[in-house]
């Protein structure tokens, strides 16, 4: 298997300017996770989604952040508008259920 | 409710010798697993082990050991006769299940091993 798949690796992009972050999970995870990694916060769950449902957006920083997931292949985070403090890697995981999370390789964006 | 507590920020140690990282965790139900993941310095994270609440049996995979106790709420992970590529920073997690909505991994905050030659 090719494992979680994200896409670019990185961004570098202007403040205001609309991002949008790609991931394909491993075929037959039913769960997938996005996850921001930042120096000062470590770690963080944003949202995750269980067979293309949303089931947990409190992790979501602000209205400025959306994810959708069209089908079991293919997510999408979008921010729109774009903030220097967006600036981190953005991890995308997926796992069946408890079995454990599988993450991409990140992307590391940046915001000037 | 959850939290992973992962004391050690930075450990250094040198080439061959044992190290330990702890992992305390803290969740009042009693089903839940436990995780540790290795982020080298390319970034990406590598999932090693995962162990469920009702196994405490230490397990070992080559180098790395790990060792569960609940008494103590800990997972410990030890890795004996450290290499250069160990060097990394390692994640302990923990998840608990959520009737119908699955698992969200609670992460400790990371501890930075170096091994130098």
């Known amino acids: 298997d090719a494992g979680v798949i994200q896409s670019p690796r990185h961004e570098v992009t202007e403040m205001g300017q609309e991002v949008t972050l790609r991931c394909k999970p491993i075929s037959g995870h039913d769960y997938l996770f996005w996850y921001r990694q930042t120096m000062m916060r470590g770690l963080e769950l944003l949202i995750y989604?269980?067979?293309?449902?949303?089931?947990?957006d409190s992790g979501m920083p602000e209205d400025r952040f959306s994810a959708k997931m069209p089908n079991a292949s293919f997510s999408t985070l979008k921010i729109q508008p774009s903030e220097p403090r967006d600036s981190a890697v953005y991890f995308c995981a997926s796992g069946l259920g408890l079995v454990g999370q599988y993450f991409g390789p990140g992307t590391r964006l940046t915001v000037t | 409710a959850q939290k992973v507590t992962q004391a050690q920020t930075e450990i250094s140690v040198v080439e061959k010798e044992d190290v330990t990282l702890d992992c305390v965790y803290e969740t009042r139900d009693t089903t839940y697993y436990l995780f540790w993941y290795k982020q080298p310095p390319s970034g990406e994270l590598v999932f090693l082990i995962r162990r469920n609440s009702f196994d405490e049996q230490n397990e070992i995979s080559g180098r790395y050991s790990w060792n569960f106790q609940k008494s103590t709420s800990s997972f410990n992970f030890t890795i004996t006769a450290s290499q250069v590529v160990d060097s990394a920073v390692y994640f302990c997690?923990?998840?608990?299940?959520?009737?119908?909505?699955?698992?969200?991994?609670?992460f400790g905050q990371g501890t930075e091993l170096s091994v130098k030659p």
């Open positions: 989604f269980n067979n293309n449902v949303p089931i947990d």
């Open positions: 997690a923990l998840s608990t299940w959520i009737y119908n909505q699955g698992g969200k991994l609670i």
